[in-house]
């Protein structure tokens, strides 16, 4: 029997952690989830089995290598971002893996950015808005004081992807992906790593940097495989629209969060913009990505089932509700336009504060919810489309989906092509994109993604 040559994709998200086998057209031709318990930490806050996470990636390329009908050319890891494993001369892990929602400690935040510059300079020059222990540096900044002993035994703190990578190859490095994440470990605008690593102490613990398209052999002997050195997801997820579309755009990647990206505007983030949750990442070729979020997704969930208990609906029946254009115009010409939110307000809902008994019924509730989150929507990828030229926006994730985001996000930007994309697990196909020459002897396809487009009036599969 002739043997399917795959790429096998680590792709692992907070909750779920899943394992992928790409045939040479990006096909999923095996699959399998895996959820962890998740343990404690020291001081007893939740975080990742370090231990779980590492003994499945060889438990699944055990299962891999029993499935004789699949010749597995490449492995490749994409993960959550702001996590460091921190692994001594020996590449053993010195700690947990500390969770990015861990409370940081104020006093050390204060002497950070009393050393380092007022928060607002720093959060300019980092292109990462001060969000504690998301922004993964002032993880080893708090290791550093905190724990010093255990700082003096880091040989490397590697990001997960790269703790990952790792296992296989035997080999420490850093990728851009995860350093150019709201880390602040990076200067973006001298295009290297921000001065205050160098004067703590902490550059020589990171691990030489590595090009995200790179690969580096398997440490197993008789090993065949090319390892890749792994991706952060958000940047992964972008691969599959850089590599399909040259014409510049903008993704909405939808679901708990909506990240506006784009990967076309170099313009340095601004001070509002940075107060409004603004920042920049570095896609896997090493250039900037302008991006901002909003929590929509919660926000969405908790409005929904409030509608759905008022008017003593089931909440499912929201799924596939259709647009109703007059509904939209009426609540459009009695309700006066919002103003603009104050800095640093954007993610505060307008609907949260309706009265619903003002309303006649739940599907007039509904479309005034969906006005109120296209508004917040409309507002935060104008950040990312100022001073960029772009023709089209995707929207992919949850809110692709709702016809309702759909016609009103096309009522926002008329100026602009909007298109519903989707693409099934986005994420992984990205991370297999990233190291495509390495292990795929057909040409990048064309057909990864599916495009609905949406204007005013109509809309029509692409």
């Not at 254009?325 to 309706?354: C, H, M, N, W, Y």
């Not at 990828?381 to 030229?389: D, E, W």
């Not at 190291?435 to 487009?453: C, F, G, M, R, V």
């Amino acid at each position: 029997m002739e043997q399917i040559p795959v790429i096998a994709i680590f792709d692992v998200g907070k909750t779920n952690k899943k394992l992928f086998l790409f045939d040479e057209n990006y096909k999923i031709v095996f699959e399998r989830t895996a959820r962890f318990t998740e343990t404690h930490d020291e001081d007893g806050d939740p975080c990742e089995n370090l231990d779980s996470l590492r003994l499945s990636v060889f438990d699944s390329l055990r299962e891999i290598f029993k499935h004789k009908e699949f010749d597995l050319k490449a492995v490749n890891f994409s993960t959550y971002g702001a996590s460091f494993v921190y692994v001594d001369e020996d590449g053993s892990p010195l700690t947990p893996l500390y969770n990015y929602l861990k409370p940081y400690p104020p006093e050390l935040g204060k002497q950070f950015y009393e050393t380092y510059g007022d928060e607002a300079r720093f959060a300019h020059e980092t292109a990462s808005p001060v969000l504690g222990n998301l922004n993964s540096g002032l993880q080893l900044y708090r290791l550093k004081y905190q724990q010093p002993e255990v700082f003096n035994k880091v040989k490397y703190a590697l990001h997960l992807p790269q703790y990952m990578s790792y296992l296989l190859s035997g080999q420490m490095v850093t990728d851009l992906t995860s350093i150019g994440c709201h880390t602040a470990l990076w200067d973006f605008s001298k295009n290297t790593y921000h001065e205050w690593l160098n004067r703590e102490g902490i550059l020589p613990k990171m691990a030489p940097l590595k090009p995200a398209d790179g690969v580096l052999s398997a440490v197993f002997p008789g090993s065949t495989y090319s390892v890749g050195i792994g991706l952060h997801d958000s940047s992964a997820a972008l691969i599959p629209y850089l590599v399909s579309f040259n014409m510049p755009f903008v993704l909405i990647s939808t679901g708990t969060w909506s990240i506006s990206l784009n990967p076309f505007n170099q313009t340095p983030l601004t001070e509002e913009e940075l107060k409004n949750d603004c920042l920049n990442y570095l896609q896997y070729k090493g250039s900037p990505v302008k991006a901002s979020r909003l929590f929509t997704g919660y926000e969405y969930e908790q409005q929904v089932k409030r509608i759905a208990a008022h008017f003593n609906q089931d909440a499912i029946r929201y799924r596939t509700m259709n647009f109703a254009p007059a509904i939209v115009a009426r609540l459009q010409t009695k309700d006066a336009p919002q103003s603009k939110p104050q800095e640093g307000e954007l993610q505060k809902s307008a609907f949260e504060q309706r009265n619903l008994a003002d309303f006649s019924n739940d599907t007039e509730a509904y479309h005034q919810l969906m006005i109120d989150i296209v508004q917040q929507q409309t507002i935060s990828t104008g950040y990312v489309l100022q001073g960029c030229k772009v023709q089209r926006i995707f929207v992919d994730g949850g809110f692709s989906k709702n016809t309702v985001f759909m016609h009103l996000l096309a009522f926002a930007f008329p100026h602009l092509e909007v298109y519903a994309a989707s693409m099934a697990q986005a994420t992984a196909v990205g991370t297999a994109l990233a190291i495509h020459q390495a292990w795929n002897t057909k040409s990048l396809p064309h057909d990864l993604i599916e495009l609905k487009y949406y204007s005013g009036v109509q809309n029509e599969v692409v």
